[in-house]
C-alpha cells in the first residue's frame, strides 16, 4: 500500500520500521523540524527523521498546514492511506480527506480514556492497573475518531512511564500493522468512541514534581513513576533539592512518625499519609549523578527522624 508517515519521537519509530519491513511503498515522511539541543544548541533531527533518510525515503518539515504548501506536497506523493504516529500537529480536513483510505493514527492509550498529548504518563500517574494503544480514523477533533483495533498490558507494580512508553510504542507497531492487514481484507469495524467516557491527558509540566507527603505511598509511588523519566518528582533535604528516581511500597508502618519524616535509613523508608509509608530506591542529590539510595547514605547522614519535604 502507498503511504505516507507522519510521526516525530521514539514512539514513532518502531511503526515507521514495521511499514518498511512489511514492504509498504512508503513515499514520504513528514516530521517537527530540526530542534537546538544541548549546550551548543545544535540543531538534532528528529528519531524518526534519521529512520527515513538511512532508507532512502523523502522527508518533509513543514512549520504548518495552514498555506497549502504541506497539502500540494500530500497531492502530488498521491498516498492511499496516511499513518499517523505522535506527530505533533493538527490535520486539516483537506489533508484527513485526501488519501482513499483516510488518516489512521496510533494512539498510546484505550479511547477514549486519555485523549490528548501524555497518555502513558497520565496512566502510571492515576495508578491504572491496565494501558494500550488504539488504532483510530482520525477526524478533525483531538483523538475523537473511531476506533479501529485495540490492544492491552498489563501495568507493572513499579514500572516507570518510561518503560511503559517503550513497550508501548512496540505494542503499537504491532497494531497498526494488523490494522492496516484488516484495512487491506476487509475486515475493520470502526467503533464509535463514548465521548461521556473521554478523560483528557494534560502536557506535563515541572510544577507536577514536588512530593507531598500527607498524600498516601500509593499516590506518591505513582507519583514517582509517572514523573519518570521526566520531569522526575522532587523533595528536599536539608533544605537542597534531591530528585526521586525511584520507590518500592513496603508493608513497614510508620507509626506515629508525622508524614515525611525518615523512619528506616537502610532501606530508606519515608512516613507519607494515611498510616503508610514508601521506600525510595533511587535518588538524585542537588548537584550530584543518579544512585542507588542505599549507596547514598553510606555516604551522607540521613538517620530516623530527619524531614524531607
Given at each position: ?170 505494542l503499537g507497531a ?5 490494522t492496516i492487514a ?69 508493608n513497614v508502618k ?56
Open positions: 500500500m502507498r503511504i505516507v508517515f507522519m510521526g516525530t519521537p521514539d514512539f514513532a519509530v518502531p511503526t515507521l520500521e514495521r511499514l518498511i519491513a512489511d514492504g509498504h511503498d512508503v513515499a514520504g515522511v513528514f516530521t517537527q523540524p530540526d530542534k537546538p539541543k544541548g549546550r551548543g544548541y545544535q540543531l538534532q533531527a528528529p528519531p524518526v527523521k534519521e529512520v527515513a533518510l538511512k532508507a532512502g525515503i523523502p522527508v518533509y518539515q513543514p512549520t504548518t498546514f495552514k498555506d497549502g504548501a504541506a497539502l500540494e506536497i500530500l497531492q502530488t506523493l498521491a498516498p492511499e492511506l496516511i499513518i499517523v504516529v505522535a506527530y505533533g500537529k493538527l490535520l486539516p480536513k483537506a489533508v484527513l480527506d485526501l488519501p482513499k483510505y483516510g488518516c489512521i493514527n496510533v494512539h498510546g492509550s484505550l479511547l477514549p480514556k486519555y485523549r490528548g498529548a501524555a497518555p502513558i504518563q497520565w496512566a502510571v500517574l492515576n495508578g491504572d492497573a491496565v494501558a494500550g494503544v488504539t488504532t483510530m480514523q482520525m477526524d478533525v477533533g483531538l483523538d475523537t475518531g473511531d476506533m479501529l483495533m485495540k490492544a492491552e498490558t498489563p501495568i507493572g507494580e513499579n514500572e516507570t512511564a518510561g518503560e511503559l512508553f517503550d513497550r508501548l510504542m512496540v504491532e497494531l497498526c500493522a494488523d484488516a484495512l487491506q481484507n476487509g475486515t475493520l469495524q470502526p467503533e464509535k468512541q463514548d465521548d461521556s467516557a473521554s478523560t483528557y491527558a494534560s502536557m506535563l509540566s515541572k510544577e507536577m514534581c514536588p512530593i507531598d507527603w500527607q498524600k498516601t505511598a500509593q499516590e506518591i509511588h505513582n507519583q514517582v513513576r509517572g514523573l519518570a523519566p521526566w520531569p522526575v518528582a522532587i523533595t528536599k533535604l536539608g533544605g537542597k533539592r534531591m530528585k526521586i528516581h525511584a520507590t518500592r511500597k513496603t510508620p507509626g506515629s512518625a508525622a508524614p515525611g519524616t525518615v523512619i528506616s535509613e537502610r532501606p530508606l523508608i519515608v512516613a507519607c499519609g494515611g498510616g503508610t509509608a514508601l521506600e525510595i530506591a533511587e535518588l538524585q542529590a542537588e548537584g550530584s549523578k543518579r544512585m542507588k539510595a542505599d549507596v547514598y547514605v553510606c555516604g551522607h547522614a540521613v538517620k530516623p527522624g530527619t524531614r524531607l519535604g
